[in-house]
């Protein structure tokens, strides 16, 4: 399989999940500005929507849109905590969680990363981004470990990865300390540090 990523985007969600199923995968990285690859290839040759995550599977089929590709990824792995049984109330949480992180929350940062946004726009977007990570403040204030409870899930990669572009735009995570303490789990998780060390947002460990 190959992963087409940018560093830090919402791809590294799915990035995420391949090292938490050992999944054999190669990189390429995506240039978001010009839609090359770092081989020169044309992206929307790939992608015709030209914005990544995209994975090609071993036949040569692309699959887009990260709550899917997680999805995937838990469903042909042999780690079944990632993602609850089909049919199970479990897994339409799981299903409420993914879409909510990418209506919600991956939606709201959008105009902060667009450089033709208005100020009005950003300051609205902050607004709704404080309103979103409120939400997950309190669905982590019963002491759960994970965005579903004790287990780790895919739903975890997706918000770790969203969340943390609260540093890139400067938005911090404020008095939430629930949803800190969480990012600081998430953040020492290995496959975590591995997909974020690939994309070069940490450097290696000593």
Not at 17 to 23: D, P, R, V
Not at 85 to 108: D, M, T
Not at 126 to 140: H, I, M, N, P
Not at 156 to 177: I, M, S
Request: contains cysteine; aromatic residues 8%.
């Amino acid at each position: 399989m190959k992963l087409y990523y940018i560093p830090g985007a919402c791809s590294l969600a799915s990035h995420i999940i391949l090292h938490e199923t050992g999944a054999s995968v190669d990189i390429e990285k995506v240039d978001g500005a010009t839609h090359k690859t770092e081989t020169g290839a044309d992206f929307y040759q790939v992608h015709r929507k030209g914005y990544v995550p995209a994975l090609q599977l071993d036949d040569g089929e692309v699959l887009t849109e990260g709550a899917a590709i997680l999805q995937y990824l838990a469903d042909t792995s042999t780690r079944t905590e990632l993602s609850p049984a089909q049919g199970s109330i479990e897994r339409a949480r799981l299903q409420s969680q993914l879409n909510f992180v990418s209506a919600e929350l991956h939606k709201a940062f959008s105009p902060l990363f667009k450089k033709d946004s208005t100020e009005d726009e950003k300051t609205a977007a902050r607004k709704k981004v404080a309103l979103r990570l409120d939400d997950v403040e309190a669905v982590l204030s019963d002491g759960r470990a994970y965005f579903l409870g004790k287990d780790f899930s895919i739903a975890d990669a997706y918000l770790f990865t969203v969340t943390n572009w609260t540093n890139p735009t400067g938005l911090g995570l404020g008095e939430r300390q629930n949803l800190a303490a969480y990012m600081g789990r998430m953040a020492e998780r290995p496959s975590v540090q591995a997909a974020m060390q690939a994309e070069g947002l940490i450097g290696k460990a000593a």
